[in-house]
């Protein structure tokens, strides 16, 4: 059975916020290789934005892949030895390792021998070549990562993790679960299109737009309504590049290592833990529309927007689609 997994969730989702209200307190930086953003609406100070932040940062010590004293480069050089980890780090490995279990291996951290041979901001692109992809994909396998407390082991030494597709949801989970404990009852965290609504605006959900899946624009399909849940969507249509008339975009399938090619443009997902919504917008993207219908059964509380290549919209459990104008 084929494994597929989307390197990094992408910016695709917009805020639309309605009525009369005082200018949120707002702070933006570049972290987790993306813009990110928190806007608090009630009772929130400068502080606890910037506090955020620093939160933000920290996780990104321990999860990048690029960073080379981060939990996660110790366990890529590792060659196999055994590797202790911060209870972060096991945390979200084991959330991952769950859902790649629970799909039968569609989602799956081991990409990182095969994301690493793609560049898609490269200003000339160019295809990684057959047979370093071939063998990259063979080293794919969640199965391959032993998790033993705060021990990480991996069984095939040539495996690598790329947490892109559960990484932003965890801190995004991390970064609200703060600002509640900070009295916060009304705020938005944005990383880099990972949208996490605390609470509400005024009594009432924030609307956010989810963008039409077209390239270079930003235009919303609809508006759907978040009061403490979390936003998340994969589509092909901004890490990507075009080659000899052929679309290449960054949801990989990890059978290949070439990217998925099925009759999805875009997949929202809307669940109150924003790691699952993460983890999820990258599987059912990959099981495509009928398959992510199915699985979805398992999850009551999730809910989706699917956008097909040819512009069908359709939706999945208890989600309204408000219009965008």
Sequence with gaps: MKRLLLLVPSLF????????QAKPLTVTGFLLDTFVSVSLYENGMETLLLDSLKLCREYDDL???TKPDSDISR?????????T???DTAELLSIALDLGRRSNGKLDITIGAASALWDFKAETPALPDPEALRAAAETVDYRNVVLT???VTLRNPKTQLDLGAVAKGYIAD??????REEGVTSAVINLGGNIYAVGNKSGNPFRIGVRAPVQGEAEAIGLVEAEDTSLVTSGIYERCFTLDGVLYHHILDSATGYPVNNELASVTIL???SAEADALSTLCFALGRTGSEEFLKDFPDVSAVLIDRDGGIHTVGDITLY???
Aim: a positive charge; aromatic letters at 10%; glycine letters at 10%.
């Design 75 to 83: 366990i890529n050089r590792s060659g196999g030895a055994p590797v």
């Design 13 to 20: 989702l917009l805020l639309f916020f309605s009525g009369c």
């Design 149 to 151: 407390g705060n021990t």
């Design 174 to 179: 991390k970064m609200a679960a703060f600002l």
């Design 271 to 273: 669940c109150p833990r």
């Design 85 to 87: 980890v911060s209870e």
């Design 323 to 325: 219009p965008a104008d």
């Design 63 to 65: 999860f990048s892949k």
